[in-house]
């Protein structure tokens, strides 16, 4: 299985688990973004969450909250979407229609 895209940050926690998680699940991953050196403001994250059909994001480690992107409110999704900073959350990845962010297991298997 292949992922296309994913952004990581270094030394972030639950981006390690969400390494181990591909590795262990023998998953590549085509494009990795450095979070790090690529922030992702609310305007960019709106640009590329707006083009999934379906966007889950993982909210502590029992609860996911589940939208399907609408443009007339884009504010509820980037409130869980983003960071204290502002900036996407990470990790992120996108699979075919659909992005996943932060880590929780259980998403992660609906890749």
Not at 75 to 85: C, M, N, S, V
Request: charged fraction near 30%; glycine fraction near 4%.
């Amino acid at each position: 299985m292949t992922i296309e895209w994913a952004y990581i940050r270094k030394g972030c926690t639950s981006c390690k688990k969400a390494l181990a998680y591909f590795s262990e699940h023998k998953i590549s991953v085509d494009l990795t973004v450095d979070a790090r050196k690529e922030k992702i403001d609310a305007q960019s994250a709106w640009d590329v969450i707006k083009h999934q059909n379906h966007v889950y994001i993982a909210k502590g480690k029992n609860k996911v909250l589940t939208f399907v992107p609408d443009e007339s409110e884009p504010e509820e999704i980037l409130k869980h979407a983003l960071g204290r900073t502002g900036n996407l959350r990470a990790p992120t990845v996108i699979r075919q229609t659909n992005i996943f962010i932060g880590f929780n297991e259980d998403i992660y298997n609906r890749l």
